[in-house]
């Protein structure tokens, strides 16, 4: 069936690559450099349908969120490529393009399987995994056995000797947690109260520097 006469949806990934219900984490979790869309056909196989159009060239910050990535970029980019498709197909002059599917990936939706923290990794594997799931599923330490979702994060220069998981400072500017030898600010968190900043959840719980938050 020709583009002009079925759907078109937009997939925010550059197919074949990062097919599946969780493109924008996946691509920030696997460290990509850039992002893009893809408006396509759908045929009976899981976004996997031919190409009408597709823009690249968005560039994935090195504090870039799925959030940000989504609704700051690909977003807008998704609407402009969609208007450009429909006026392609409503002037006869759209084209569709099989997907290249010796490239294809296929990944899973993010859920907390990914979202767990493993304070083993190095402190730029922990951050993307943060960025990866903010602000859903909300990547994940323990604290007295239950999930403390992080967001809000930044990757600070200063070094520290710190096991992985120690809380090293708690102020209005967040919570400062040591990983792989590195700091990473902690801005929000999500726990037992729905998210809130850190700085107000360590004073509700009586959390302090020198306590730690654990991996499953």
């Not at 979790?29 to 056909?41: D, K, M, N, R």
């Not at 710190?162 to 209005?172: F, M, R």
């Amino acid at each position: 069936e020709a583009p002009e006469h079925g759907s078109i949806c937009f997939h925010p990934s550059l197919l074949a690559k990062f097919r599946g219900g969780s493109p924008v984490n996946w691509q920030i979790l696997f460290g990509e450099a850039e992002a893009g869309g893809s408006v396509f056909a759908p045929d009976q196989g899981g976004d996997t349908g031919p190409i009408v159009g597709q823009k690249g060239g968005v560039e994935i910050a090195a504090d870039e969120t799925t959030g940000s990535l989504f609704f700051e970029k690909l977003l807008p980019l998704g609407v402009t490529a969609i208007e450009e498709a429909v006026t392609a197909i409503a002037s006869g002059t759209a084209t569709r393009t099989e997907q290249d599917h010796s490239e294809a990936s296929f990944q899973g939706l993010v859920d907390d399987d990914v979202a767990r923290i493993d304070l083993k990794d190095s402190a730029e594997e922990v951050y993307r995994v943060i960025r990866g799931c903010d602000p859903q599923p909300g990547a994940f330490l323990l604290y007295r056995g239950e999930k403390v979702r992080l967001f809000d994060a930044s990757l600070e220069s200063q070094r520290t000797i710190s096991a992985p998981g120690t809380i090293l400072s708690i102020d209005e500017q967040g919570l400062c947690l040591a990983a792989g030898g590195r700091v990473i600010r902690i801005r929000r968190v999500r726990a037992d109260a729905g998210k809130e900043t850190a700085f107000a959840f360590a004073e509700r719980i009586a959390l302090a520097a020198g306590d730690r938050l654990e991996e499953l």
